[in-house]
């Protein structure tokens, strides 16, 4: 027999070794899964890449587009499942300079429960010198909102320092509305507490078109920002599920709020203020 009859008999055994099933794949043991969201809430640092460090796993940090290294200033992913248990990962600034790149900005460490979801927020100064409160990572255990029928639900949080003074946050279904007699949210200030943004309450709104307006505490001649909650979308042929938003009943939302970044060696303020909303319950898909 020779060489090449010999590896002919041997193919058909070691095909069959790698079968993990009758369906030729190896099915992998995932494990529990948390559900995690990273928030880019440091004013005075650019693109940023975050990681898990203690096991082969992608993660929020990674690269959102072909053109985008990294995440920005202002950025809040979706929920992502990975592994539950204790986590670590790094925070490094998004850059090609390889000097820069070795430039860790945090490492954190999460004890994440399985089917549960957590908000890693990271706020505070890390690249201003001296100033404060310094960069934190704050976990926030979720609780997802339960939206009463024809209602969405909405909250609103100030996830980074530079407001002066507390926000009033008020909704209406349109920027030049009148303002309700009291505001949805009361003196909302900023905090590294994560008990207590975890408390801030969901409110319910009715489906329609809504904008959160901002106004510092105790005033409502101007406000600080007016911002339009996405709409979200009916489900297409092309995608079989509700898109989240102010129109699509039984939607969860939080409204963000991010101040104005700081820049140069005298972190002065640069660009605008904004709310960036993120899903936190999506419709409930309807069963045949």
Known sequence: MNKLQRLWLLTPILVAGCKGSETGFTEPNIGPIAYVRYVHAM??????????????????????????LGVPYGTVTPFQGVAAGSRTFKVWPATTDINLTQDEIATGTVTLTADTYYTVLHTGYARCQGAAPAQSIVLIQETPPTPAAGQFSLRTIVAAPGFATAQDAYVTDAAG?????????NALTYSQDAAALAAIPWVGV??????????NDGTTATATLSSSVPTGARATVSSTNDLPGSRISGSGLTAFVFPQAQTGAACATSGSIRAIYGIDRRPTVPTN
């Open 43 to 68: 004013p005075d640092t650019g693109l940023v890449v975050v990681r898990w460090v203690d096991r082969v796993e992608n993660w929020v940090g990674t690269p959102t587009s072909g053109t985008t």
């Open 206 to 215: 009715d489906t329609g078109t809504a904008v959160v307006r901002l106004y």
């Open 177 to 185: 509305d009148p303002l309700p007699a009291a505001p949805q949210w």
